[in-house]
């Protein structure tokens, strides 16, 4: 049975693509971006989760959500599992489907091919912590949004833009342990802005780099 390494599930969320979408983010990175925001997703685990236990997580989720975004971690560093969970989704689900990716686009050439018709939307290229950020769903414009399906021609060709300043929001999540997570595409310096404001307020910050093995255990 094929199983895929997880950081986390999350629905709605509502910073990564349009409407209400499920988040799912998986493990491992060997890209390594300088710079990058989710270090914690960078490292390998044996510890991989059934693809058929993920579509369980889902289901609940799947008849409420407008679409679905994979993110990381990188998720072509699975490409097997990747294109099992997305061949899943697929066959319950009608949304839109976004993938990201660090790769540079002609890297994932082939891995496109044998998924034709599981990806709507492929975000590409590698983090660039110096390249300007001015483009809507882009850590820095270098990205290159691809729209591989008509689907995704519908959903996402409005977002080859500039990032409209009511854009620049984030999703706040808590979870049952009480973590705090930020999602979306964080502007270069929400992290010194969030430090400020909850410093101003009495509170200290202290990002934690999140140990996910009792993530995948749980699902
Ligand atoms: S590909 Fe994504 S998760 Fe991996 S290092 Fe680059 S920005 Fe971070």
Same mark, same amino acid.
């Given at each position: ?17 349009? /409407? ?75 949304? !839109? ?104 307020? /009495? ?7 999140? !140990? ?8």
């Amino acid at each position: 049975m094929t199983a895929i390494a997880l950081s986390r599930l999350h629905f709605p969320v509502t910073t990564l693509g349009p /409407g209400r979408r499920i988040g799912i983010w998986t493990q491992g990175c060997s890209l390594r971006c300088p710079g990058c925001l989710s270090p914690e997703t960078w490292r390998f685990r044996r510890e991989k989760t059934p693809v058929a236990d993920v579509i369980a997580h889902l289901r609940p989720w799947l008849a409420q959500a407008d679409g679905i975004t994979v993110s990381g971690g990188e998720p072509f560093d699975q490409p097997q599992a990747l294109a099992a969970l997305l061949t899943a989704i697929r066959a319950e689900f009608h949304g !839109d489907i976004l993938v990201f990716s660090g790769y540079p686009f002609p890297v994932l050439n082939d891995e496109l091919a044998r998924m034709t018709g599981l990806i709507d939307a492929l975000m590409s290229e590698p983090f660039e912590q110096d390249a300007p950020q001015t483009l809507r769903l882009r850590g820095s414009d270098n990205q290159r949004l691809h729209l591989l399906t008509p689907l995704g021609e519908t959903c996402f060709a409005r977002y080859n833009a500039p990032l409209p300043a009511d854009e620049k929001v984030l999703d706040l999540a808590i979870d049952d342990a009480g973590v705090v997570s930020l999602i979306g595409i964080p502007r270069r310096d929400d992290m010194q802005r969030l430090n400020e404001f909850l410093t101003d307020r /009495g509170h200290s910050f202290t990002p934690v780099l999140r !140990d996910n093995k009792d993530r995948n255990r749980s699902l």
